[in-house]
């Protein structure tokens, strides 16, 4: 290990954030170079409260910083210099001790099981690694936490499926983007998703803005980017008439897209069950058993799974599931983003995604947020973007709605006062503000999908299609791997009354007059759909996970109605009490426990004899 001394008078590198110093493979004698001038500038910032070594290709950052905001930029200022990663760490004020806990009691459902294939993370990431890998004769294993997919990340985004301009060239960013871009169309159509391009008008705030132009378009070329145009801003005005007078044209991408990243998820899920794969719900890894180099079990709070190949699609916990495996050569940080949703109503005062980024942002680490379509319609305004600490912090702040308002600016139809609700995400970032998509070098049978930030949800499908390849790759090493027979590309998507003509309603409700019983008046959605996601192949058993495949509850009321009665059918369904129903899994029940009549029963009683009686408070 190599330590910086505390004294060494070195040179500074140059003050740009921009772009790394080196970007090769960093030699011994190399490192010992760099981190002498990265130990130089990080005194120069915190004196010596703060040391960086570089351990096996990655750099170490230990000690204090003032802030988490000082905390982060040492990290960005350490991956300038071309390692492998940054672990960063230092310690910050506010940082809690978090640790990768499961939220239900433990079982033995998974103990002495084999897979050739565990994804640990049920995210948009791992259901589509989960669904690729099932065009093989594999057995997989897809593990997630909580008591559904999407249930973090991947439902708390703007859904957006981004072009590829904002993306750094030469980056895994930029490529995937694109690549993914391509995919999802003729994807959502398979699995009977609803995507839509309205296209991403980048509005110019100056004059001296537009002239930017040809150095724009060099990037969407540079990055392969699927179509731009120069709009004028005759144009803008005439396409979007609700648009703010102060703008002087546009740089117009029409291959920007749309879609709802949590019924994607789950329909990537549903897809991946349908042929095969198993995805246990409430499913945690505590640690990792290794021999010789290689994964031959991971821990879980439903017992020891053994697995031929795991792929590490953790999301926000991705670092910490990596130094379980003992490959944790990078670090993430936490970047929350706080989105606005409008009313229905807003969707015919707007056709295109819009945003103004200050000074176009060209190189800055976000894309600046602005209005972006729905595919249900509504306009989603934002996201902001705040360093922040805490895994699954997602607290919103009203300085952060007030920061959402500069974005309203931008269209003069829309105002505060039409907004639904408000939600926060929170992105998992590494230093080099990239994704790591590769094997493992430590560990033969690893494959990381980790720091899978925005643009994410657009790269998901090319990101599943580089890593099931490089998992072949490995469980060739100790079996044959054949193509599946019968593969099931499409999926049916359940029914939606409300989307029917009034015929094909009327012979849906003949044949189940469920369909015809509207449950959320809100969003129209009916009870024959809710017990369709509850007897789905990836079961919704609470509420969220229900709101995310029909949409109960994500009307203006915000359940205010239809509750209770969601909460009743998903009694009737599992045999639970209606007062055990959750939220989101264990630890966010409504209730306390029965009112009337009877002995208060336990969950699994209730399970065990059927019963779905007692009233909830």
């Keep these: 290990m190599l330590v910086i001394p505390r004294k060494q008078a070195v040179e500074s590198p140059s003050s740009s954030d921009e772009e790394p110093i080196r970007s090769e493979a960093v030699s011994r004698p190399d490192a010992s170079r760099l981190v002498g001038r990265l130990g130089a500038s990080l005194r120069s910032r915190f004196g010596d409260s703060v040391e960086a070594s570089v351990d096996r290709g990655s750099i170490r950052l230990e000690g204090e910083a003032p802030s988490y905001d000082d905390k982060v930029s040492a990290g960005w200022l350490a991956a300038r210099y071309g390692f492998k990663g940054v672990v960063n760490d230092i310690r910050a004020p506010g940082e809690a001790d978090e640790r990768l806990e499961p939220r239900g009691a433990a079982d033995s459902s998974l103990d002495g099981s084999y897979y050739d294939v565990a994804i640990v993370g049920g995210g948009v990431i791992g ?158 890894v ?193 079996r044959r791997v054949a193509p599946r027979a019968g593969w099931r590309a499409g999926r049916a998507a359940p029914p939606e009354p409300r989307r029917l003509g009034i015929e094909a309603r009327d012979a849906l409700i003949a044949g189940n007059p469920a369909y015809g019983r509207v449950v959320c008046r809100c969003e129209e959605v009916s009870e024959g759909e809710i017990v369709d996601a509850i007897r789905s192949i990836v079961p919704a058993t609470d509420l969220d996970a229900i709101k995310r495949r029909t949409r109960a509850g994500m009307g203006r009321c915000h359940g205010g109605f239809c509750t209770p009665r969601v909460m009743e059918l998903v009694a009737r369904e599992t045999g639970l009490p209606a007062w055990a129903v959750t939220k989101k899994g264990p630890g966010s029940e409504l209730c306390v426990g029965p009112t009337k009549a009877g002995p208060r029963r336990s969950r699994g009683d209730a399970a065990a004899r059927g019963d779905a009686s007692g009233g909830a408070s």
Aim: glycine share 10%; aromatic share 6%; charged share 20%.
């Design 127 to 284: 259901a589509a690694i989960a669904r690729e890998l099932t065009r093989w004769d594999l057995s997989i294993l897809l593990l997630e936490k909580e008591s559904d997919v999407a249930a973090h990340t991947s439902s708390r985004n703007d859904g957006m499926i981004h072009d590829g301009f904002a993306a750094k060239p030469g980056s895994k960013k930029a490529a995937y983007n694109v690549r993914g871009n391509r995919l999802w169309e003729p994807l959502c159509r398979e699995l009977g998703l609803d995507f839509k391009r309205p296209g991403s008008l980048v509005l110019f705030r100056t004059a001296a803005a537009a002239a930017l132009y040809p150095a724009m378009a060099a990037r969407a070329r540079r990055n392969g980017v699927d179509g731009w145009e120069f709009w004028s801003r005759a144009r803008v005005a005439a396409e979007e008439p609700n648009v703010t007078a102060d703008q002087r044209g546009a740089f117009f991408l029409p291959s920007a897209g749309v879609l709802s990243p949590y019924r994607a998820t789950v329909a990537l899920a549903e897809n991946a069950a349908m042929n095969g794969a198993r995805v246990a719900l409430g499913a945690c």
């Design 286 to 478: 505590l640690g990792m058993e290794l021999d010789g180099g290689s994964i031959t079990a991971l821990r879980t709070n439903k017992g020891s799974v053994r697995a031929g190949v795991v792929v590490n699609a953790a999301g926000n916990w991705a670092d910490v599931v990596a130094g379980m495996a003992g490959d944790r050569f990078f670090s993430l940080h936490q970047r929350r983003g706080t989105d606005m949703i409008l009313d229905a109503e807003t969707a015919s005062a707007q056709r295109h995604i819009l945003g103004m980024p200050r000074l176009l942002q060209l190189h800055s680490k976000t894309k600046g947020g602005g209005l972006v379509l729905t595919v249900e319609g509504n306009v989603l305004v934002g996201p902001t973007a705040t360093e922040s600490p805490g895994r699954e912090d997602y607290a919103t702040k009203p300085e952060e709605l007030d920061r959402l308002t500069r974005h309203l600016r931008l269209n003069t139809a829309l105002s505060m006062a039409q907004g639904i609700t408000y939600f926060s995400g929170v992105r998992p970032c590494t230093y080099e503000e990239d994704f790591i998509v590769e094997r493992s070098e430590r560990v033969t049978n690893l494959v990381h999908a980790a720091g899978i930030q925005s643009p994410g949800l657009a790269s998901a499908p090319a990101i599943a299609q580089d890593v099931a390849a490089m998992v072949v790759e490995a469980a060739g090493r100790f």
